[in-house]
T-cell receptor
Framework: QKEVEQNSGPLSVPEGAIASLNCTYS??????FFWYRQYSGKSPELIMS????GDKEDGRFTAQLNKASQYVSLLIRDSQPSDSATYLC????????????FGAGTRLFVKA | EAGVTQFPSHSVIEKGQTVTLRCDPI?????LYWYRRVMGKEIKFLLH????????ESGMPNNRFLAERTGGTYSTLKVQPAELEDSGVYFC????????????FGPGTRLTVL
């Protein structure tokens, strides 16, 4: 079992729709959770962080965390073609330092 | 405010040679991380510095890799001798101190070992 699992996709949604991206993690000691967006050939860009159970909203993005189910999700409302990218789920484990584990990413296509 | 910078952007070397990658974190960021992405695979954690101290280096592949952060500012990652499987994109990231640990990534160095 991978430490952080994501559906590789591609996930295709029409412009204006809600895109729902999911992630599960295996280490119950995980403390903080992040969503990064990565355009082809570019470096990851942080879009959301979440630390406690529940929802966190920032503009068109909502992150949801359920520690009991070891599940993190990202909702993108009013999806735009510019949202087309790979979305990476990342989990921080405190080891005395921080070890960040990335999922393989979900490719999202937003059709105009 | 300048972001994380990495040098070089690309490096092509032959097997057995040595390569040194450099990362300059965002000013004031005590935390510095190195990651590697091999073609088709997920981003893999290599190690974490707090200032000049290695806090977690559990992701370093083997003793051919040496990371340093003298003075707690910029960091270098040396690969000696390089092997074919070391090819990939090496990312550096930095974050402020504390548990929030929101990391900002540099543009990466693409390493090709022939």
């Amino acid at each position: 079992q991978k430490e952080v699992e994501q559906n590789s996709g591609p996930l295709s949604v029409p412009e204006g729709a809600i895109a729902s991206l999911n992630c599960t993690y295996s280490d119950r000691g995980s403390q903080s959770f992040f969503w990064y967006r990565q355009y082809s050939g570019k470096s990851p860009e942080l879009i959301m962080s979440i630390y406690s159970n529940g929802d966190k909203e920032d503009g068109r993005f909502t992150a949801q965390l359920n520690k009991a189910s070891q599940y993190v999700s990202l909702l993108i409302r009013d999806s735009q073609p510019s949202d087309s990218a790979t979305y990476l789920c990342a989990v921080n484990i405190y080891t005395g330092g921080f070890k960040t584990i990335f999922g393989a990413g979900t490719r999202l296509f937003v059709k105009a | 405010e300048a972001g994380v910078t990495q040098f070089p952007s690309h490096s092509v070397i032959e097997k057995g040679q040595t390569v040194t990658l450099r990362c300059d974190p965002i000013s004031g960021h005590d935390n510095l991380y190195w990651y590697r992405r091999v073609m088709g695979k997920e981003i893999k954690f290599l190690l974490h510095f707090v200032k000049e101290s290695k806090q977690d280096e559990s992701g370093m592949p083997n003793n051919r890799f040496l990371a340093e952060r003298t003075g707690g500012t910029y960091s270098t990652l040396k690969v000696q001798p390089a092997e074919l499987e070391d090819s990939g994109v090496y990312f550096c990231a930095s974050s402020l101190a504390g548990l929030a640990n929101e990391q900002f990534f540099g543009p990466g160095t693409r390493l090709t070992v022939l």
